[in-house]
C-alpha cells in the first residue's frame, strides 16, 4: 500500500502534468505577484481552484434564481411576491455584508477555511428546500424558499471574500483570467446539457406538478452535491499564510475601508465601472420580457433561454479570459459595448420589424449576445480587481466594491416600476445609457496586468 508522500508526490505530478497543458506555454510555472513559497505549489493550487469553480459555476446553472428558482416557485402556486424577491435577495445579500465579512476574513492568515464552510453552507441551504417543496405551497413555500435564499446568499458572499484573497495568493496575474474563463467554459457544456434535457423534458405528455416536483428535487440535490464536493477539493489548496493587518473592529475598520473610495482614485473609477456594468446583468431578462410579447411564450422557453447562455458561457469564456489577462479593462469595455449593440439593435426591430422578434433564430441570437456581454464584463472586472489589489488590500478592495455594487443592485427592483409606467422599452433605453458610461468609465482605467 503506497505511503501518503508517495501518494502526495504522486497527486503533485498530476496537477503539474494538467496545469502545464492548460498553460500551453513554456513558462508554464513563472510567478508573478505572489509569495515565492507558493510558486512550487502553483499547478495544484490552480487546478483545485478551478475544479472548485466548475462546481459551483454548475450549482449556479442548476439552481439560477432568475431562472430556474423562479420556475419551481411559479410551478408551486406560490405568490408572485416571492418570484420578484429571488434577484435581488440572491445577488444583494450576497455583496452588502462583505464590508464587514472581509475584517474577519482578514484576521486569519489562512482563509480558504471561509470558503469551504461558505460552500457547505450554500448546499445545506439548497437541501433545505427540498422538503420545501415537497411539502409546502404558497405563501409557506415562498417564505422558506426565500429565508433560505438569503441564508444562502450570505454564505456566497463569504466565499467571493475568500477566494479572490486565495487566488491572489496562490495563482500568478497571467494565470487568473484564464482559469476563470476555462471554468465558465465548462460551466457551460454543463448549462448546455441541462438546457437540452428541460427542452426535452417540456415535450413530453407527463403528470405535471408530481412530475415537475421531482425534477426540481433533483435540480436542488445536484446542486447541493456539488458544493460540498467543490467544498473538499478547496480545502486541500495549498494556501501559503497572509498578512492579517487590519482585521480591528468590523464597523470601525469597514467604515475606513469605505475611505479607499475617496482615497484610491483608481480603484473608485473600477467601482463607478462596476456599477454601470450592472446593465449587462439586468439586460436579459427584460430582453426576454420583449421577445416573450412577440412570440409564443411557449413552454421551451426556460431550456431555450439556458441553451442559449450556455453557448455563450461556452465558446465566449475562455476568449474573455485569455484576454482578461492581458487588457482586463478593455475586456469591460468590450463587454458594455456589445451589451449596448445587442439593446439598440432589439429596440430597432421593435419599432420597424416587430415580426422579427418572434423569431426563435433572431431572439436566441440576441439573448446569446446579451450573454456573452455579460460574461464579458464580469470576467473582465473580476480579473481587473484581483490584479489591481495586492495581498495587504485585496479583501478590502473585494469587499468595499461588492458591498457598493450591492446598494445599487438592490435598487435595481426600481425598474420593475420603470417597466411597469413606461413599458419595457424604456428600461433597455436605460440600460443603454448606462452600458454607454460604462464603456467609457473602463476604457479609461488604467492597466494593472
Excluded at 502545464?20 to 493550487?45: F, G, K, M, T, W
Excluded at 474577519?104 to 470558503?115: D, E, L, P, S
Excluded at 448606462?434 to 467609457?440: H, Q, R, V, Y
Aim: proline share 3%.
Amino acid at each position: 500500500m503506497p505511503d501518503q508522500n508517495t501518494t502526495a508526490g504522486f497527486e503533485r505530478d498530476i496537477y503539474g502534468r494538467f496545469y502545464a497543458l492548460i498553460a500551453e506555454e513554456e513558462d508554464a510555472r513563472v510567478c508573478r505577484d505572489i509569495p515565492d513559497d507558493a510558486c512550487s505549489e502553483q499547478p495544484a493550487a490552480f487546478t483545485l481552484q478551478l475544479l472548485s469553480q466548475i462546481l459551483t459555476k454548475i450549482g449556479d446553472a442548476l439552481t439560477s434564481s432568475r431562472i430556474v428558482l423562479a420556475w419551481i416557485l411559479a410551478s408551486l402556486a406560490a405568490p408572485a411576491i416571492y418570484l420578484s424577491l429571488l434577484v435581488p435577495v440572491r445577488e444583494s445579500l450576497s455583496l452588502l455584508p462583505q464590508l464587514f465579512v472581509a475584517q474577519r476574513v482578514r484576521q486569519h492568515a489562512i482563509r480558504k477555511g471561509f470558503w469551504v464552510a461558505g460552500s457547505a453552507t450554500q448546499a445545506a441551504c439548497l437541501l433545505g428546500m427540498v422538503p420545501a417543496i415537497l411539502w409546502l405551497r404558497g405563501h409557506a413555500l415562498g417564505l422558506a424558499v426565500i429565508c433560505l435564499l438569503a441564508i444562502f446568499s450570505l454564505a456566497r458572499g463569504v466565499c467571493s471574500v475568500a477566494a479572490k484573497d486565495v487566488l491572489g495568493k496562490t495563482v500568478s496575474k497571467s494565470r487568473r483570467g484564464r482559469l476563470s474563463g476555462l471554468a465558465g467554459s465548462v460551466a457551460g457544456l454543463v448549462t448546455l446539457a441541462v438546457a437540452a434535457a428541460l427542452m426535452l423534458y417540456g415535450s413530453l405528455d407527463t403528470p405535471r406538478e408530481a412530475g415537475d416536483t421531482m425534477l426540481f428535487v433533483v435540480l436542488l440535490t445536484v446542486s447541493a452535491a456539488a458544493w460540498l464536493l467543490a467544498a473538499a477539493l478547496y480545502s486541500r489548496i495549498p494556501e501559503v499564510p497572509g498578512a492579517t493587518g487590519g482585521g480591528g473592529n468590523a464597523i470601525s475598520e469597514a467604515l475606513r475601508s469605505l475611505a479607499l473610495l475617496h482615497s484610491d482614485t483608481t480603484f473608485r473609477n473600477f467601482v463607478i465601472a462596476r456599477i454601470l456594468l450592472i446593465s449587462t446583468a439586468f439586460a436579459i431578462p427584460y430582453l426576454v420580457l420583449i421577445l416573450r410579447a412577440n412570440g409564443d411564450g411557449d413552454s421551451y422557453d426556460l431550456g431555450a433561454l439556458l441553451l442559449a447562455e450556455g453557448l455563450a458561457a461556452l465558446l465566449s469564456a475562455p476568449f474573455w479570459g485569455y484576454w482578461s489577462d492581458s487588457a482586463s479593462h478593455r475586456v469591460m469595455a468590450a463587454g458594455a459595448a456589445i451589451s449596448v449593440l445587442t439593446l439598440a439593435g432589439t429596440l430597432f426591430l421593435q419599432g420597424y420589424a416587430p415580426a422579427l422578434l418572434g423569431s426563435a433564430l433572431i431572439g436566441g441570437l440576441l439573448i446569446f449576445l446579451c450573454a456573452v456581454a455579460h460574461q464579458g464584463a464580469r470576467i473582465g472586472r473580476k480579473t481587473y480587481l484581483v490584479d489591481m489589489a495586492d495581498s495587504g488590500n485585496r479583501a478590502s478592495y473585494t469587499a468595499v466594491s461588492n458591498t457598493v455594487v450591492g446598494v445599487f443592485l438592490f435598487s435595481g427592483a426600481g425598474l420593475g416600476v420603470l417597466d411597469a409606467t413606461f413599458g419595457t422599452s424604456s428600461v433597455l433605453w436605460l440600460l443603454i445609457a448606462a452600458g454607454t458610461l460604462g464603456i467609457l468609465r473602463s476604457a479609461s482605467l488604467p492597466r494593472v496586468d
